[in-house]
């Protein structure tokens, strides 16, 4: 498969897009910062990258920190050559900001370092999210919490961050009680071997020019519990005593910490689908007050980093096609839930990689400097 990684390459930088409520700042007046990256050759890696040099973000030395794998590949920043080391509790001399982005374990074992060298850390593993010391931001809901950190500040789940940049304006004008809510999520979300696996399967179903209903595949999944192509795996990380997985339970935990609702509830069912990029939910909320439309159109369009795509009679509403790449998230399909008390039904759509992840690590790192 010798042009697969070109394929990956394209998903990982997809064209960035302009974006309506959340425009890349002028330059920051600020000192340069040393910032480190912790998993630079990831999925989530190479958008902190972008979004580092694209948002302006006032970096005076960059350091790319990645496994012994890729200690001495090269990436770009602000078209200078950058090699990538090794990872190791010594990589923090002098660093003031690191991104951390290799994964639970990961952060676990180094971040503490890290804070011990003198950085604030970003962390978007799910490692730090639900400790009482760790302010979990997303900046266009809590920015406030950023200023209670003890050196480690937690990105969120990337499902749960896209849905509240919906659910929470809603939630101030009308009071969420519960959520029920489907997420269809891109593979990237499962990082850089995921995209292969899902290319993979595609070119193997083309090669063989299978007919539509042959599209099984004769080929053993590695990242995913079953084929990905052309298949949608109710199956998004590990599960639970209660049936839910791990990622379906973070909407109700981590929803509770970012928007300081300790009596939000929410049964998510999260499904794995053969898109590359960007993850799409379909929520119905019920509130306290009765939910108006018009007002809660009002709401959704003056809230910052969210588009309003709501047209269904030209068949315009938010696809993961479209949002991909793209820094704001979209929501659409707005109507009053016929089955809830004081409900509202939508969809939201949101490129995981920017606002679920890289996006929203470096929008907390502005706060800081
Ligand atoms: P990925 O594409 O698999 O990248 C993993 C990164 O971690 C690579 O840079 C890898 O380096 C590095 N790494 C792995 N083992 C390491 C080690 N022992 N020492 C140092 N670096 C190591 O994964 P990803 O999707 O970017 O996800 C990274 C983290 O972000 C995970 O915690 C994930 O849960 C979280 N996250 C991801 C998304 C998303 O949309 N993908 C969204 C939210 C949160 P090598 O290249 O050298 O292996």
Not at 90 to 113: K, T
Not at 146 to 152: P, V
Not at 198 to 222: F, I
């Amino acid at each position: 498969m010798p042009d697969l990684p070109r394929l990956s390459e394209r998903i990982l930088f997809a064209p960035r897009r302009a974006c309506g409520g959340n425009p890349i700042p002028l330059p920051l007046m600020s000192t340069p910062k040393h910032v480190a990256i912790v998993g630079a050759t990831g999925a989530v890696g190479v958008e902190m990258l972008r979004c580092l040099e694209e948002r302006h973000f006032p970096v005076g030395k960059l350091t790319l920190l990645a496994s012994a794998r890729s200690a001495g590949k090269t990436m770009t920043f602000k078209g200078q050559p950058l090699t990538v080391q090794e990872l190791t509790t010594e990589s923090f001399g002098g660093v003031d900001i690191a991104l951390f982005s290799a994964g639970g374990g990961i952060s676990r074992d180094f971040a503490p370092a890290a804070v011990k060298a003198g950085a604030v850390v970003v962390d978007n593993s799910s490692f730090f999210r639900m400790d009482p010391n760790t302010p979990l931001v997303v900046p266009e809901i809590n920015k406030a919490d950023i200023a209670k950190h003890r050196g480690i500040i937690a990105n969120p789940n990337c499902t749960t961050a896209i849905s509240l940049m919906a659910l929470y304006p809603l939630h101030q004008a009308f009071g969420v009680k519960r959520i029920v809510a489907s997420s269809y999520q891109a593979v990237s979300g499962t990082g850089a071997q995921a995209i292969e696996e899902l290319a993979a399967q595609s070119r193997l179903w083309a090669s063989e020019n299978r007919a539509w209903d042959a599209a099984k595949l004769d080929c053993a999944p590695k990242v995913y519990p079953h084929q990905i192509a052309f298949n949608a795996i109710p199956h998004v990380d590990a599960f639970l005593d209660n049936g839910y997985t791990k990622e379906e339970m973070k909407m109700e935990n981590e929803g509770r910490k970012i928007m300081g609702h300790p009596d939000f509830r929410a049964s998510v069912t999260c499904v794995r689908i053969p898109v590359f990029r960007a993850h799409s939910i379909a929520i119905a909320a019920e509130f306290e007050k009765p939910v108006d439309l018009q007002r809660a159109y009002e709401v959704l369009r003056a809230a910052p980093g969210l588009q309003v795509i709501d047209d269904p009679a030209n068949k315009q509403y938010p696809l993961a096609l479209n949002i991909a790449g793209q820094d704001d998230c979209a929501v659409g399909r707005l109507r009053v839930d016929c089955a809830l008390t004081n409900g509202l039904s939508f969809w939201v759509v949101g490129d995981q990689l920017l606002k679920g992840a890289a996006l929203n690590a470096v929008q907390i790192a502005e706060c800081l400097v």
